[in-house]
């Protein structure tokens, strides 16, 4: 049977993030090295502009060979989401492409696998970590946008997201020393978090606890930066999921780089 999956449903709930009373703990995570298989490349490419909105197909390139039977295109939010049909994977089973009908002057972000969805494995069962992939299409015109439609498929949910960094992600520059890494979500947030790091970067030397605000929109780690070091943090993981709203909706993995001023 074969497994599709075209919208992003209410996920599950990540493990419990409590010690005794309802104060949240620390959780600072080390995120394994990534061992499954990995995306490559994408057509369009990830943050393309003025994408053609005629093109019919969406491409995804993996590095290794993958299950023939399996795959996973995901949708994060209804208004962000293109109307995708089939997908078939090519004779070598590295490449994907679905069908898709796009409207133009508009901006899609596609996930190929989710936490909930991960259908898109290789040979030996190993799932490929979530991919966010976003591109706008050229023109305008203020065409409503379809929703996908599948009769397996649970509905569409719209998911967390981050609307503010303290710093900024990409940022360079930053100031080394003992600072608050801060950031804004768009809806209050239950109490608890996952601050996880990268498998190949350097995480921040935490000074002290992790914070929520009181009105659950923003979360704080005290941090000691040092100089000339380009840093990332994890905030989710596929694997820790402590950033939830209060709905219980899973904040999507969501890289966060920066880079500090080199000593003088």
């Known amino acids: 049977m074969r497994r599709r999956s ?46 053609d909105p005629a093109r019919t197909t969406l491409v995804a390139t993996f590095d290794r060979e993958m299950d023939p039977e399996g795959w996973a295109w995901v949708i994060e939010n209804p208004a962000t989401a293109p109307e995708i049909g089939e997908s078939a994977w090519d004779p070598t089973t590295r490449v994907n492409t679905a069908t898709v ?6 901006t899609y972000v596609v996930w190929l696998n989710s936490p909930q969805y991960l ?8 799932a490929a970590p979530p991919f966010r992939w976003s591109f706008t299409t050229a023109g305008g015109g203020g065409l409503s946008l379809p929703l996908v439609r599948s009769n397996s498929a649970p509905a569409a949910v719209a998911l967390p997201t981050v609307t503010r960094l303290e710093p900024p992600a990409g940022a360079t520059g930053v100031e080394p020393g003992v600072t608050t890494l801060r950031v804004t ?37 005290p941090v000691r930066l040092e100089p000339g070091r380009t840093y990332v943090v994890w905030l989710n993981s596929a694997e820790y999921q402590g950033f939830r709203d209060q709905n219980g909706l899973v904040l999507p993995p969501f890289r966060w780089e920066l880079t500090t001023r080199p000593a003088e």
């Open 185 to 221: 979500f768009d809806r209050p947030m239950a109490e608890g978090w996952s601050w996880v790091t990268d498998p190949v970067a350097p995480f921040p030397e935490m000074t002290g606890e992790a914070s929520q605000s009181a009105d659950g929109r923003s979360a704080a780690l």
């Open 6 to 51: 075209f919208r992003l449903a209410v996920l599950p709930l990540a493990a419990l993030l409590f010690g005794c009373g309802s104060e949240p703990r620390l959780d600072v995570r080390e995120q394994p090295a990534p061992a499954g298989p990995r995306v490559i490349a994408v057509d369009p490419p990830n943050g393309a502009t003025g994408v």
């Open 119 to 126: 259908f898109f494995r290789d040979r030996a069962g190993v």
């Open 101 to 106: 009908r796009l409207e133009p002057g508009r």
